[in-house]
């Protein structure tokens, strides 16, 4: 079983950047599916990026629609961590970001119900 927690949320400036960490322990990030996915006030929670896990033999980087462009999933093996780099952020993406891990070895799509394991969330408020 993996634990996450996310950080690196807080308010920015359209336009503007932030880094979103997502730092596991109990078990490697690298063995299982990574995820990010947000969640708007009133809305379902949406997919944003996803990260192969090594287990697979290594794979596609997935992006929502939305972010494609703008926004990049990395993993940092050696702390046990997974990233994600927000840039050109609009006042759409404001959301709480969550970390999702999902225990099977490939990817098996963006919906939030295959993801086992999920951080408590990071809110992201972006200023017009």
């Known amino acids: 079983q993996v634990q996450l927690v996310e950080s690196g949320g807080g308010l920015v400036q359209a336009g503007g950047s932030l880094r979103l960490s997502c730092a596991a322990s109990?078990?490697?990030?690298?063995?299982?599916?990574m995820a990010w996915f947000r969640q708007r006030p009133g809305k379902e929670r949406e997919f944003v990026a996803s990260m192969p896990s090594i287990t697979s033999g290594g794979g596609a980087r997935r992006y929502g629609d939305s972010v494609k462009g703008r926004f990049t999933i990395s993993r940092d093996n050696a702390k046990n961590t997974i990233y994600l780099q927000v840039n050109n952020l609009r006042p759409e993406d404001a959301a709480v970001y969550y970390c999702?891990?999902?225990?099977?070895?490939?990817?098996?799509?963006?919906?939030?119900?295959?993801?086992?394991?999920w951080g408590q969330g990071t809110q992201v408020t972006v200023s017009s």
């Open positions: 999702a891990a999902d225990p099977t070895v490939y990817f098996r799509g963006t919906d939030a119900r295959y993801y086992d394991y």
């Open positions: 109990g078990r490697a990030v690298s063995s299982y599916v």
